[in-house]
Structure formats: structure tokens, C-alpha cells
């Protein structure tokens, strides 16, 4: 299936590794001008090779701090100066530090909001104008499993990710006059370095090892594993396509069946 994205300029923050990568290595292999962009510039610039060698697709890459406002501004005019517009955002972030409520005090919310919500928030503001004036666009929001239901020791994040989930409703119904869609997709349990990371840590916490705790966890999984990176990113592709002309303001999940919402 031809999903329209060949030459589609693509933005997709925090892409040096991780379900970034996977994504906008997934959007390369379509064809569409990516636009790469983390905080470690030596990273990026071994994504960038490495997608390039892989798919021969137009790669580039800006350093960018998402939780500074200058920083997202000059990444998308950088990214409208390279490709002519932007068609496509990915707004994508680290998650913030493990913990329930007694664990943080005022700064880590702080962070946790400038890094999880309100750098999607800015870029969005920032790609808009673009996207009004070509007359249409796709953003999708990562998010996590929690936006259905919330994950114990994860306070920051089931919090500031549920907010994710209030920002893409309300902005569904504000820009689909300008054709813009904007979808949320959150990730169950994908093999990436922030799972293991959580892994770990719980791992420590339960006092048993790494390879119970993951064994645990995919028994939880009606699919019976974690996801790889690239089952998101395909996921993620198609929503921000050409062929995606109709879903907008909507919340899914690729978990593998993990979460039992009906809603």
C-alpha cells in the first residue's frame, strides 16, 4: 500500500534513539525529508548515517533541548527552512523520573512538565502557521499505556501524559477546519532502553532479578512479549499519512493487548 508520505517533510523530536528512531526510521523508508533532533549531538549524527545508509532518504538533524522555547523554534524553522514546510510532526520526549507521590518534590513536576507537556505544546505552536497556510498537516502525540490506565510508581508520567491526551482532544475539535488531524499513540511494552530502564529499577525495588521481572511482565501481555520498536513506528506512519484522511482526536495504544480498557 502506497501511503502518500514520498517528500513529506517530516519533524520527530527526541529521534537519536528509541521509538524516535524507530519512527522516523519507519518514515524514511517511505521516502519522506526527515528532520532528526535530541540533545546529543553524536547520537544524532549516528542515527542520521545510519538511516541514510539504510534508506537512502533525505536525513538532517538540529540539536535541540525541547524544554527550551527558543531551542523548538529554531528546530522548526530550520526544519521549514531545509524541506519548505513541515507536514508532519512527531512530538515524542524522555519519560521523567520513576517515583510515586512522596518521591518529588516541586522541581521534579517542574521538569517533568516542561519536558512531557509543555514542549509538545510549543511545538505544536510552532508548526501550526505552516501547516494552516499549506492547508493541512498530521501531528501525533507519543504518549504511554498510562493514558488508559495508570501505571503504579509512575506518577510524573501518568500525570503529565494524561494532559498529552487533554491537548490532542481539544485541538482535534479547534483544527480540523484547517485540516490539520492530531492523534495520541501510546506505547505498552516496546523493547526500548526506558522499559529496560524501568525493568531494572523494579527489578531492584522487588528484589529479585531483571529476567524474572521482564518474564513478569510479558505474561501480562496477551501477545506473550514485548513489542519491537518498529510495530509502534509502523503504527505511528500510517496516522501521520496521506491515507489516514479521516481519524483525528483519537487515543490508541500498541501494547499488545496489555491494557483492558473498553474505552
Known sequence: MDLGIKGKSVLVLASSKGLGKATAFE????????MLSSRDA????????????????????QVCDITKEAEIASLVEETASRYGTVDVL??????????????????????????????????????LPYMRKQGGGHILNFA???????????????????????????LSQELAQDNILINTLGPGRIATDRVEELDTIAAKKQERSYEEVKAASEKAIPLGRYGKPQEFASIAVFLCSP??????????????????NLL
Open 243 to 260: 491515507a489516514n484522511s479521516y481519524i483525528t482526536g483519537q487515543a490508541l495504544l500498541v501494547d499488545g493487548g496489555m491494557v483492558k
Open 90 to 127: 512527531i512530538n515524542n520526549a524522555g519519560g521523567p523520573p520513576a517515583g510515586g507521590f512522596d518521591a518529588h518534590g516541586d522541581d521534579n513536576w517542574q521538569k517533568a512538565f516542561e519536558l512531557n507537556l509543555l514542549s509538545f505544546v510549543r511545538a505544536i505552536r510552532e508548526v
Open 27 to 34: 518514515f524514511a523508508k517511505e521516502g519522506a525529508r526527515i
Open 42 to 61: 553524536g547520537q544524532l549524527e549516528e542515527t542520521t548515517k545510519e538511516i541514510i545508509d539504510a534508506t537512502g532518504a533525505e536525513v538532517n538533524y
Open 144 to 170: 504511554s499505556s498510562s493514558i488508559k490506565q495508570p501505571i503504579d510508581g509512575l506518577i510524573l508520567s501518568n500525570t503529565f501524559r494524561a494532559g498529552i491526551l487533554g491537548l490532542s482532544k481539544s
